[in-house]
């Protein structure tokens, strides 16, 4: 089983050195999303730039107060937003669309914006969508975001952005790390967290955020884990994350 584990995580660092063709690709190239544009706050420019790691991530962009209460969602995919994805189920041995729960996914965020689904479950479900003013299709490239806030924010506040990749593995967290548990099993090194402060007072030109922790790797809990020495591709899955705040 070890052995196993570093020959993939062999394969995931060559990835990294030595990207492919359609890796490049997808770092190089920026797609453009705008939600809540009817919002009646600030006009706010994110921008994901893609690193070696980058592949299909699924992310999360929000926004807190300094005290770190959450105000609301800037961006989620819509298969997070309505808890249905485009590869649901295989049970039939092919691939179909169907409602699938995810909690590691992307718990911080789910935790914190505290909404408890009718499984018990921090993550959006069919019946309780987030509003389509906050998602879109899920970004597979570097990609920059246009939004607004619903409302005036504080003078000062935080840039949430959590984000994830499928079968991640690497020597520390390896496939027996939870024996059993199908949730790592489809996770391995938990969610990145990247985050900004913002003062309106003394504005920047922008704001690069920073990663300040992982999530749950199982999402059981939304806390937040500011040890990041166990994770390798992880942490380059994003060569930078910025936000701007438009005058």
């Known amino acids: 089983m070890k052995y196993l584990i570093l020959v993939l995580t062999a394969v995931l660092v060559s990835c990294s050195t030595k990207p492919s063709a359609s890796r490049l690709a997808q770092r190089q190239t920026v797609t453009d999303i705008e939600t809540n544009s009817a919002g009646k706050g600030q006009a706010i420019e994110f921008g994901f730039f893609g690193g070696p790691s980058l592949y299909y991530p699924l992310m999360a962009v929000w926004i807190e107060d300094e005290e770190g209460k959450y105000i609301q969602t800037l961006f989620v995919p819509k298969a997070i937003a309505t808890g249905v994805f485009r590869y649901g189920s295989n049970a039939s041995g092919k691939w179909v669309e169907a409602a ?62 959590e984000v994830n990749q499928n079968w991640d593995w690497n020597e520390y967290w390896t496939n027996d790390k939870y024996p059993g548990d199908v949730r790592y099993l489809n996770n391995a090194q938990p969610a990145v967290v990247y985050e900004g402060v913002v003062d309106m007072s003394n504005l920047q030109e922008r704001y690069l955020l920073r990663p300040v922790g992982h999530s749950h790797p199982t999402g059981e809990t939304g806390e937040l884990f500011t040890d990041l020495s166990t994770l390798t591709t992880a942490l380059q899955i994003a060569d930078s994350v910025v936000v701007r705040i438009v005058k």
């Open 100 to 161: 699938r729960r995810a909690p590691q996914t992307l718990p911080y965020w789910s935790h914190k914006r505290g909404i408890r689904a009718s499984d018990g479950l921090y993550m959006p479900e069919s019946s309780n969508p987030v509003a389509d003013a906050y998602s879109g299709a899920t970004p597979t490239t570097s990609f920059l975001l246009k939004t607004r806030a619903d409302n005036p924010l504080p003078s000062r506040f935080r840039v949430l952005f």
